[in-house]
């Protein structure tokens, strides 16, 4: 027996094999871009959340702001109430 012998590819095992490579090649690039848009739809959805929270301490900084706005308003009404009560004392006394 020789070990040595060398076998003479045929045309159709080399298409065969060329055949199985192009495959591989292309199920290679077809995974390769679906890992590629599945990393890009989480980060797409990141970004997303991020926006949702920032709208959602956006709104509640608002509804704060309004808050102590009508406070003050609140105040400086009971503020020139009382500024007209020691204005109209110090004209009676007058």
């Given at each position: 027996?020789?070990?040595?012998?060398?076998?003479?590819?045929?045309?159709?095992?080399?298409?065969?094999?060329?055949?199985?490579?192009?495959?591989?090649?292309?199920?290679?690039?077809?995974?390769?871009a679906?890992v590629?848009?599945?990393?890009?739809?989480?980060?797409?959805?990141?970004?997303?959340?991020?926006?949702?929270?920032?709208?959602?301490?956006?709104?509640?900084?608002?509804?704060?702001?309004?808050?102590?706005?009508?406070?003050?308003?609140?105040?400086?009404?009971?503020?020139?109430?009382?500024?007209?009560?020691?204005?109209?004392?110090?004209?009676?006394?007058?």
């Open positions: 027996m020789d070990l040595y012998v060398v076998q003479a590819t045929t045309w159709p095992s080399t298409v065969l094999v060329l055949g199985l490579s192009f495959l591989a090649l292309i199920l290679l690039i077809g995974i390769a679906s590629l848009e599945f990393r890009k739809l989480k980060m797409s959805a990141a970004v997303q959340e991020d926006l949702r929270q920032l709208v959602r301490r956006y709104e509640q900084l608002a509804e704060n702001t309004l808050d102590a706005q009508q406070r003050m308003a609140t105040d400086i009404s009971e503020l020139r109430s009382r500024t007209a009560s020691i204005e109209h004392i110090l004209r009676t006394v007058e």
